[in-house]
């Protein structure tokens, strides 16, 4: 029997590399459906650094590790700017904001990518190709 989950809670997943498990906010919080405040929150934090640890554009999202502290940060695909899609690895800068409700804990927006790995980086706008079966 599944565990009902709990509305702004935090869902785990296992990380590829065996690591402590990532967590995904529930609900996911949007550029599209943050509040005005919210938003108006997040751009007055200062801009921070770190390394896109895992992103899945037909996930939609993906996770950033922090340079300050090594926490890690959830990262929704409408926050990505620029016309690359994110790779392990890349170095970015974003603004922390908050998640609602009680704002305790923060998701990365305004993500740019300021120095990229050595792969091949796909534009948004390049069709995705199936991922080989095993």
């Not at 919210?38 to 037909?58: C, I, L």
């Not at 974003?94 to 305004?110: D, G, N, S, T």
Request: glycine share 6%.
């Amino acid at each position: 029997m599944e565990t009902p989950i709990k509305a702004n809670s935090f869902h785990n997943l296992s990380s590829p590399d065996g690591s402590p498990s990532l967590h995904v906010p529930s609900p996911i919080i949007t550029r599209r459906t943050r509040t005005d405040s919210t938003s108006a929150r997040a751009f007055s934090n200062p801009q921070e650094h770190g390394v896109v640890k895992q992103f899945s554009r037909s996930k939609g999202h993906g996770f950033i590790q922090r340079d300050s502290n090594g926490e890690t940060l959830f990262v929704h695909i409408s926050d990505v700017e620029g016309e690359y899609v994110p790779l392990p690895g890349d170095k970015v800068i974003y603004r922390l904001c908050p998640i609602p409700p009680k704002f305790e804990k923060f998701q990365a927006v305004h993500v740019e990518i300021v120095n990229f790995t050595p792969e091949v980086h796909l534009k948004w706008d390049t069709p995705e190709t199936p991922e080989p079966k095993e």
